[in-house]
């Protein structure tokens, strides 16, 4: 018995792994520039000292303490552009649990969200975001992966300051859950 669990232990571990670290062969990339922000970098975030009465920024500061990281790739070069749209069709695949979310088409740009599913309605535990196109009239290939306890209402914020592309749209999703 004990080495049956051991056994099925082994198996899962990769499993684990593999969606956390799905998207990280692209930060050693020649043409990628990657931003990833983890759990560390929350917590920080969390431990300012923020004296403020206003309840957008305790809001705001609570949704940051909730995320374990951020991730985004983003390129030029259309042949990483390629490979970066494949292995967002494999993750999708192959990961239980995550469903279209919303699809914009519009100035060039084909931009595509997908979702697991979180405590409740407004909550999602993942948030996925491949966008190709047209971006400040480069072509660009982006993917943006946010996990953690992801507040729907409030992430659209975070994504505007951090400019990402594709944050206008995250509004839309925002709106439709109010």
Do not use: H, W
Request: proline residues 2%; neutral net charge; charged residues 30%.
């Amino acid at each position: 018995m004990k080495k049956t669990l051991l056994i099925a232990a082994l198996l899962l571990v990769p499993m684990v792994g593999f969606a956390q670290g799905f998207f990280d062969k692209f930060e050693d990339e020649k043409d990628v520039t990657a931003v990833i922000v983890t759990k560390n970098m929350f917590k920080l975030l969390a431990e300012i000292d923020i004296d403020s009465n206003d309840p957008e920024v305790k809001e705001y500061m609570q949704m940051v303490n909730n995320l374990d990281n951020i991730k985004i790739f983003i390129t030029e070069n259309s042949e990483v552009g390629g490979r970066m749209k494949s292995t967002v069709d494999k993750y999708i695949a192959s990961s239980k649990g995550l469903n279209e979310l919303m699809r914009v088409k519009e100035d060039g740009k084909n931009i595509k969200f997908y979702s697991k599913e979180g405590k409740n309605e407004s909550f999602v535990s993942e948030l996925l975001m491949f966008l190709e196109g047209n971006v400040e009239g480069k072509q660009q290939a982006i993917v943006m992966s946010i996990t953690g306890n992801i507040d729907l209402k409030q992430i659209s914020k975070l994504t505007k300051d951090l400019k990402v592309p594709g944050s206008e749209e995250l509004k839309n999703i925002d709106k439709k859950n109010k």
